[in-house]
Every structure is written in structure tokens, then in C-alpha cells.
């Protein structure tokens, strides 16, 4: 009985010791792995830099000349080998691509062809375009002549740039939408008047979606998160019923917060339509598009839109947050202005920044470390818009990561 009990008791403790046995070796693993990740030297900083950003492990030439510049550690080396990772095609073919390609549809997906909208935010990028003025620039990138020209009409060009894999660092060309798609100079609003925003955000409905994507998509807000029912309703529109369901309540308590701030800014978008027949945009000055009047019997007394002014009623309020700059009107006339007081905004900027951050570090800001980057970042953005700049300081500061 004595020799089972000392068998049970020396099998018990056979496998505690086993099992701190096992927990140390994890431990003991767990900890190399994150001194290694801590302590990586030049080389392996340098190749993590490139890999964040062209997704691709880089020369051996332009590894050693990026390891040189991380490994001087003088102020600003890392970020010159992080421009020269930028260098590499894929940085704009692949990264920029993905990046810029679920702003361009409802679905937020990154699996589209390429096109307008997304060109030309990769060659606004390239060329360290004020990213500010994304929302109201008279701009476009198109490719080389040896594509099926630029057409209102279809995709075709941008398809085939894809198709042909063209090298988009050396080969996207910048030129105004006015002399090429016919808009007037005032009527283009940067990505806002591209023909792959217009059809996925000015077809059908109300135009409504256009502002809507731009927040969640450009100020990294949804219509929830700037919900505010103190702000005064006269611009909501009359296809708002004050009743949903004959209960006012739900439109004095849900409806009203989103519409009274929505409703008076996307006025802006009056004047412009996606043609499904033609597959073009179409701008009307002077005339509102008649989506503007759908079911306008549902509240007859709601406003009425008689021309494309807009108003930001959220400068006030809650969504002061936002930051707005108060060098702006805050109202005015068209897509243009109304898309420089958006990207003129402080959300805007942070949004671009924390997109950048989880572009390149993989992951969100997740703790004081990270979000002190993220400010310092921002500041850094506002200094000149420069995104290229903004990817360069994300992959630095992940590079040890």
C-alpha cells in the first residue's frame, strides 16, 4: 500500500515537473522572440521596412544601401531608406493599389480592377500631391499612349494598365479631369468626379452615398458615430418621412441626427448623376438632378433643393470634434468647396494617418506608444499633406515590430 500511495505521489510529481518543464522552454522561447524582435540590427530593420511597404523582399544592392542608411542612426536615415523602399514599382503597383481600392466601391473591397479613382490617388502619392485636396483638385492620372485612350464611357484604359502590369511609378501620367472627361474646371472635385466614384456613389439614389462613403471612407466616420439630433433639420429633405412607421419619435430621436448634418452638405453633389444607359457622369449646372426630388410627397414641408449650396451645420455642436478649420466659410457653392472643407478638417487628417499606420504596421494603434505616434504623425501631415512622407515615418516606427 505504501510502495502504490509513493507511486501515485512520484507519478504526480513526475508530471509537475514536466509541466513546468515545458512552461520555462515556452517562456524561455517566448523571450528570444521578442529580444530578437526588439534587438534586430540594421539589416533586418532595413529588410522590414521593405517589406512593409513594396511587400517585397528587396535587392541585395538596395538592401545594403538602406541598411547603411538605418544603421548611421542619425535623425531622418530611417526614413530615407523608407523612401528608397518606395522606389520599388510594387510599392505603387501592389501596396497603393490595395490601399486605395475599397474607397472606390460599396462593398469596401479590395478585389476591383484598377481605376480612375484609384490611379490617381497612387499618383498623387507618387508625386507628393497636398493630399488635402483629394476632395477638390482639378487632377487625374492616366497611363501611357499605348492604351485605349482615357473614355468617359468605360474602364477599358485602366483595365488594360492592369492587364499589361504597367510599372505605375514610371508610367502614370498627371493631367486635369477638365481636358479630359469635358467637366468644367469648377465642377471637378478630385476622386468626387471620377468616373469609378461617380458610378458606384452618384448612380441611382440619392447622392446621399457619396457623402456617406466619403466620412466612413476620408474621416473615418460613420453616420452613427457623428449622430446629433440637437442640430436644427430645415435642409432635411421632404423623401424624409417625420413619421417612419407613423411614429415621429423615430425621426425625432434616430432619423433627425444623421439627415440634419448630412442633408445640408450633400446639396453640394445637386447638379451631378451617373448615366447607367451611357455609363458616364453627367453634370447639369443650374439644373438639380431629379433623384434630388424622389418621393419628395413623404414630407412636403422638408426642404426642397433649388440649387447645389451646401451648409455644415456640424461646426457647431458635438462634431466640432471633427475639427474644422476655421479659416473656411463652412458654406458655399459645389463639390469643390464643399471637398475643401472636409479635407481641411482635422478627421481627415487623422484618418489618412491611421490608415497609413494600419496599412504598414498590419495592425491598429493599440497602445500610448502607438497613439503618440499617430499624433506626432498627424502633425507631421498637416505640415504639407505629403502621404509618401506619412508611409515613410509608419514603416520606421514598425520596423522593430
Same mark, same amino acid.
Given at each position: 500500500m505504501k510502495n502504490r500511495t509513493w507511486t501515485r505521489n512520484g507519478h504526480s510529481g513526475h508530471q509537475n515537473l514536466m509541466g513546468r518543464l515545458i512552461q520555462l522552454v515556452a517562456f524561455g522561447l517566448l523571450s528570444l522572440a521578442l529580444i530578437g524582435t526588439v534587438s534586430a540590427g540594421p539589416r533586418e530593420q532595413a529588410k522590414r521596412i521593405h517589406d512593409r511597404l513594396a511587400g517585397v523582399p528587396p535587392s541585395d544592392v538596395v538592401l545594403q544601401l538602406m541598411e547603411a542608411e538605418v544603421d548611421t542612426g542619425q535623425p531622418g536615415s530611417a526614413i530615407d531608406a523608407a523612401y528608397r523602399a518606395m522606389e520599388d514599382p510594387n510599392f505603387y503597383n501592389v501596396t497603393l493599389k490595395n490601399f486605395a481600392a475599397p474607397w472606390t466601391n460599396r462593398d469596401q473591397s479590395v478585389f476591383v480592377p484598377l481605376n480612375d479613382y484609384i490611379a490617381t490617388v497612387i499618383g498623387m502619392i507618387r508625386d507628393d500631391e497636398p493630399f488635402n485636396s483629394l476632395l477638390s483638385a482639378d487632377i487625374l492620372y492616366v497611363g501611357p499612349g499605348s492604351l485605349p485612350p482615357y473614355s468617359n464611357f468605360n474602364n477599358d484604359h485602366y483595365e488594360q494598365m492592369e492587364a499589361q502590369s504597367i510599372d505605375m511609378k514610371a508610367n502614370l501620367q498627371r493631367t486635369t479631369q477638365s481636358s479630359v472627361t469635358g467637366l468644367p474646371p469648377s465642377a471637378t472635385a478630385g476622386i468626387w468626379t471620377t468616373r469609378a466614384a461617380a458610378e458606384a456613389f452618384f448612380v441611382a439614389g440619392t447622392n446621399r452615398a457619396q457623402f456617406r462613403f466619403t466620412m466612413l471612407n476620408h474621416l473615418c466616420n460613420d453616420m452613427e458615430q457623428v449622430h446629433d439630433v440637437k442640430r436644427v433639420p430645415d435642409r432635411i429633405r421632404q423623401d424624409v418621412s417625420r413619421s417612419p412607421g407613423g411614429d415621429s419619435r423615430l425621426f425625432?430621436?434616430? *432619423?433627425?441626427? *444623421?439627415?440634419?448634418?448630412?442633408?445640408?452638405?450633400?446639396?453640394?453633389?445637386?447638379?451631378?448623376?451617373?448615366? $447607367?444607359?451611357?455609363?458616364?457622369? $453627367?453634370?447639369?449646372?443650374?439644373?438639380?438632378?431629379p433623384k434630388y426630388f424622389n418621393n419628395d410627397t413623404n414630407f412636403e414641408p422638408g426642404y426642397r433643393t433649388t440649387d447645389d449650396s451646401w451648409m455644415n451645420y456640424w461646426r457647431n455642436g458635438q462634431n466640432q470634434f471633427l475639427g474644422w478649420d476655421t479659416s473656411l466659410p463652412g458654406s458655399g457653392m459645389g463639390a469643390k468647396s464643399m471637398g475643401q472643407e472636409l479635407a481641411n478638417s482635422d478627421a481627415f487628417a487623422s484618418c489618412q494617418v491611421k490608415k497609413v499606420f494600419k496599412a504598414v504596421c498590419l495592425r491598429e494603434p493599440e497602445n500610448s506608444a502607438d497613439r503618440f505616434q499617430v499624433s506626432q504623425m498627424v502633425n507631421s501631415f498637416k505640415a504639407g499633406y505629403r502621404m509618401k512622407q506619412t508611409f515613410a515615418e509608419a514603416a520606421v516606427y514598425c520596423m522593430g515590430q
Open positions: 425625432l430621436n434616430n *432619423c433627425v441626427g *444623421c439627415h440634419n448634418g448630412m442633408d445640408p452638405l450633400a446639396g453640394a453633389f445637386a447638379y451631378y448623376n451617373f448615366n $447607367e444607359t451611357s455609363g458616364s457622369i $453627367e453634370y447639369t449646372p443650374g439644373a438639380v438632378q
